[in-house]
């Protein structure tokens, strides 16, 4: 395997979204050799999303592809290399982590993981085509431009009340479409959420279709006791059905929570020293874009930490 002129890396980078990019920002700053692995394009799901109007500094709002390039460069200026490759076997054992990415290897004498979540798809024709255009995974992220419009939440779980809720201040009104004939959300948020005018529940439904070409125009769904069909007429549709952390190359390497995600502490440490978690792949209350860059700069900034501790010092 071609080993990159055997370079030992102090800090490298599984996964270039918000938490990969801030954490190889802070460790080249800092003056370490770091490495930046990442599948495809930098910036992950930020990529996809039209607007984000909720970090920070951009006063009109900022498109994902824009902010994800803006954060790359400013690490790049201080020294991030990035590599373009899928990881697909991981040594984490002793002083030197080994990283192998088919005929590539990489070594580093710490590892930020940081490969994000994917939100679960209800599983619809057109689910995929119209993401973006109606069909969202984020009411934080997105109820803001459903302003005044009808939407649909489907979930029946915290997140889906919640978002509802959430939903609930913008829109003309919320369909809340859950298969079951009770919510799963804590009695609380259903106390809540039946108090709002704004919410309908759709119960003992599923979402049969996405009406709409070239933007969401309607949901139908299917009652499963009555096994009829109805339109809601709404412009989007908030999938809030759970997410999927992409955490399957280290369930079996550090320690994870029942659902994959990874277990850290407020240092963002695993369960194996010098190896570290940051952003949606790691048991977090929230997933955003703040939060994915806050926790990369706590995750760089303890790797760091580390390495003085084990007396490496910056090249």
Sequence with gaps: MEQNANKIFDVAIIGGGPAGLAAGLYAARAGRSTLLIEEMTAGGQITKTHNVENYPGFEEGIDGFSLASKMEQQAARFGLVTQYATVEALGLSGAVKRIGCGKKEFFA?????????????????????LTGAGVS????????????????????????????????????RVYVVHRRDTLRATQVLQDAAKQEARIEFVLDS??????????????????????????????????????????????????????????????????????????????????????????????????????????????
């Design 109 to 129: 004498r710490t590892l930020i993981l940081a490969m994000g979540a994917e939100p679960r798809l209800i599983g619809l024709a057109r689910e995929k085509d």
């Design 137 to 172: 995974y984020c009411a934080t992220c997105d109820g803001a431009f459903f302003r005044g419009m009808p939407v649909a939440v489907v979930g029946g779980g915290d997140t889906a009340v919640s978002d509802a809720l959430y939903l609930a201040r913008f829109a003309e």
């Design 206 to 315: 599923v979402p049969e279709d996405i009406l709409g070409e070239e933007a969401v125009e309607g949901l139908r769904v299917k009652n499963k006791k009555t096994g009829e069909s109805r339109v809601l007429t709404v412009k989007g549709i908030f999938v809030a059905v759970g997410t999927t952390p992409r955490s399957a190359l280290v369930r079996d390497l550090v320690a994870c929570d029942a659902n994959g995600y990874i277990e850290t502490d407020a240092h963002m440490r695993t369960s194996v020293p010098g190896v570290y978690a940051a952003g949606d792949v790691r048991v977090t209350p929230l997933r955003q874009v703040i939060t994915a860059a806050a926790d990369g700069a706590v995750a760089a900034t303890m790797a760091v930490e580390y390495l003085m501790q084990q007396g490496t010092l910056p090249e």
